[in-house]
DNA sequence: AAAATTATCAACCGCGTTTTA
DNA sequence: TTAAAACGCGGTTGATAATTT
C-alpha cells in the first residue's frame, strides 16, 4: 500500500508557472506568508496547484534576492570544493551561496561545472595515453575504474593536497598507514563516514569489484582491536574527505609487529590506480600541486582561491547551520573540530615507521 | 534549410525525516 | 507512543533552445 498523495493529482494544474500564478502566489506570500502550510496554501491562494509546486515555485524563483545564471569563478570553487567534500548535498552547498538555490546548483553542477572539470580530466589523460605505447593490458584494471566515481575520487586528492600540502606525496606503503584509532580519529571516522555515506556507497560499488576482503594488520597497541578497514580508507586517510566503506573488517591482533600480510588484489588495484594518479597530476606548474589544478581545472586556476573556499566555508557552515539538516551540521561541525587533530595523529606518532 | 543531436533548466516524483495531534 | 500529515531533499524527466550535421 503506498503513501497517500499530498494533494487531489486530478484536480492541480502541472507544468511550467504562468506570471498570473506567480503573481498571485507572490502576492499572498508577500501579504500574509506561507501560513506554516503549504500544503493548504494553494486553496487559501486560489491556484490549482499542489502544495509541493508552489513551495517549490517560491523557494526557487518567486522569493526574493533569487539570483539565476552568471556563477562567478569563486561560486565554481565552492561548488566544487563542497561537493567534493561532502557529494551531492545541494541544499548544503546552497546555504554556502546566498542567492543561489539547490535545484540552480544542481543544475549548473550537472549540466556545466562537471563537464568543465572532468572533461578536462578526460582530455589529460587520452592526451598521456596516446602520446605513450602504453599497453592497454597493463592499464586494463585501471581504465575499468575510470568511472565517475573514480573521478569524484580524483577530485578528492586533489583538494586534500590543497588542505594539507604535506600530504600532497600520500603513501602507498601500508606500513606507513596509522594502525590504530585513538578516540578522537574514531569520533572524525564516525562524522565523516555520515558527511559520506552516499558517496561512500557510490564509491565503494564502482571501486571494488568485489566485496572488500579481511586485511590483517598488526598494530603497536597490546590491546586487541577490530577496525573498519578498507583499500579505499587507507588510501583517503591523510585529508579531509576520509571515505570509509560499511564493511571490510580488519583485525588487529595484540602485537607489537609492523608487518602485514600479502597485500589483497584489491589493495594492489588501488596502488596500481594511485600510481596513475601521481604520474597524472604531477610534473606541472610552478609546483606540481598548482600544476595540477591549473592545467586540469579550470576552476581551481587560483588556488589560493579555492583553499579560502575551504576556509570560509569551515568557519561560515557553523553560523549557517540552522537551516540545515540536523545531521548533516553536526557532521560537519564534529569534522571541524576533529579535523586538525586528527591530521596531526595522522602525520605524526600515529605513524607506524 | 531541415533534421538530428545535444544542452539547459524548470518542474515533478518518490521517499526519508520531522512535526503534530 | 504512534500514526498521519507535512516538509524538504535529491534524482529524474521532459519541453524547449541551441548547435551540429
Known amino acids: 500500500m503506498g503513501r497517500a498523495p499530498c494533494c487531489d493529482k486530478t484536480n492541480v494544474k502541472k507544468g511550467p508557472w504562468s506570471s498570473e500564478e506567480d503573481a498571485k502566489l507572490k502576492d499572498y506570500i508577500e501579504k500574509y506568508g506561507t501560513g506554516g502550510n503549504w500544503i493548504a496554501l494553494p486553496q487559501k491562494v486560489g491556484l490549482k496547484r499542489c502544495g509541493k509546486s508552489c513551495r517549490l515555485r517560491w523557494l526557487n524563483y518567486l522569493r526574493p534576492n533569487i539570483k539565476h545564471g552568471g ?10 570544493s563542497l561537493y567534493i567534500s561532502i557529494g551531492s548535498r545541494w541544499s548544503i552547498i546552497a546555504a554556502q551561496l546566498p542567492g543561489r538555490t539547490d535545484n540552480d546548483i544542481k543544475n549548473y553542477w550537472n549540466t556545466r561545472l562537471k563537464k568543465k572539470l572532468l572533461g578536462r ?10 602520446g605513450s605505447s602504453h599497453d592497454p593490458k597493463d ?17 578528492h586528492m586533489q583538494l586534500q593536497s590543497l588542505e594539507n600540502p604535506n600530504f600532497s606525496n600520500y603513501d602507498h606503503n601500508v606500513s606507513m598507514w596509522p594502525c590504530k584509532l585513538n578516540p578522537i580519529q574514531e569520533k572524525m571516522m564516525h562524522s565523516l563516514q555520515l558527511v ?8 565503494m560499488q564502482n571501486f571494488s569489484p568485489a566485496t572488500p576482503q579481511k586485511i590483517e594488520y598488526y598494530a603497536q597497541s597490546n590491546n586487541p582491536l577490530q577496525q573498519e578497514y578498507s583499500p579505499m580508507s587507507n588510501m583517503m586517510i591523510n585529508g579531509m574527505g576520509i571515505n570509509i566503506p560499511e564493511s571490510s573488517s580488519v583485525l588487529v591482533p595484540e602485537s607489537d609487529c609492523t608487518k602485514q600480510q600479502q597485500p589483497s588484489m584489491e589493495l594492489q588495484q588501488c596502488w596500481e590506480f594511485q600510481a596513475e594518479i601521481d604520474e597524472l597530476l604531477s610534473n606541472k606548474g610552478t609546483t606540481p600541486l598548482e600544476g595540477q589544478m591549473s592545467d586540469q581545472f579550470d576552476c581551481f586556476k587560483d588556488m589560493h582561491g579555492a583553499k579560502d573556499s575551504m576556509t570560509w566555508w569551515s568557519n561560515e557552515f557553523e553560523a549557517n547551520s540552522a537551516s540545515s ?27 607506524v615507521q
Do not use: Y
Open 121 to 130: 580530466r578526460k582530455q589529460s589523460q587520452a592526451n598521456r595515453l596516446s
Open 71 to 80: 556563477f562567478s569563478e569563486e561560486e565554481d570553487n565552492i561548488i566544487c
Open 139 to 155: 592499464s586494463s584494471g585501471v581504465e575499468t575504474l575510470s568511472n565517475s566515481a573514480i573521478e569524484r575520487l580524483q577530485l
Open 325 to 351: 539538516n540536523s545531521w548533516d551540521s553536526s557532521a560537519v561541525l564534529d569534522h571541524k573540530q576533529t579535523g586538525m587533530k586528527f591530521q596531526e595523529l595522522v602525520q605524526g606518532q600515529h605513524r
Open 196 to 203: 559520506n555515506e552516499s558517496s561512500n556507497a557510490l564509491m
